[in-house]
Structure formats: C-alpha cells, structure tokens
C-alpha cells in the first residue's frame, strides 16, 4: 500500500532530477558559450530564471510534505537529502551567472 507521502516524495525526486537537466544545461551554454566566445547571456539569463523558480517550488514542496503528512524518520531523510541537492544544484547556478557576468565585463563576448 502506498502512502501518499510515497507519492509526493515520488514528485519531490521528479522535481530535483528536472532542476539538475536544467542546471546541467545552463553549465553547458555557459561554459559553451565561454569557451567559443559567444555572447549566451539571453540563454543563460532564461535558465537562472527558470532555476530559481524550480528552487523554490521544491523548498516549498519539501516543507509541505513535512507539514502535511508528518514524516517518519527515513522519510525525513530523503526530504533532507533533496534540500541538500537543491542547494549543491543553486551553486552550480551561480557558477553559471559568474561566467556570464565574466563575459559580460571583460568583453569576451
């Protein structure tokens, strides 16, 4: 039998994996863009907006499954880990917006 904070752990897991795509694909134009000096900036700016956002829908559905359901020690676990990746995920984000800022001051692109 399912509990339904199986599920909404389940949803938790689908939204970190989408926001490590998306931080893997914001590293990729960046450092992309760094290295053939090519201005990403427009691209780069679009996936920050779109990381942020995705950070705090999984902060806030982390801390709704917490709230709701009143997790057991394992779920709490999982949940944790999850926050810990969102925030190694926001790191890589600002690794990202260095380049670009980078790029943009010393006129590499």
């Not at 290295?35 to 700016?45: I, L, Q, Y």
Request: net charge positive; charged share 25%.
């Amino acid at each position: 039998m399912h509990r339904l904070m199986d599920k909404g752990l389940e949803q938790l897991t689908a939204m970190v994996f989408k926001m490590g795509e998306a931080a893997e694909k914001a590293l990729n134009v960046s450092i992309g863009g760094f290295v053939r000096g090519k201005d990403t900036s427009e691209d780069v700016h679009e996936l920050s907006e779109i990381l942020v956002s995705m950070t705090v829908e999984v902060e806030e559905k982390a801390f709704g499954l917490i709230a709701k359901y009143q997790p057991v020690a394992s779920d709490l676990r999982i949940i944790n880990s999850h926050m810990k990746n969102r925030l190694r995920l926001r790191k890589i984000w600002k690794v990202c917006m260095g380049y670009f800022f980078y790029m943009q001051t010393s006129g590499w692109a």
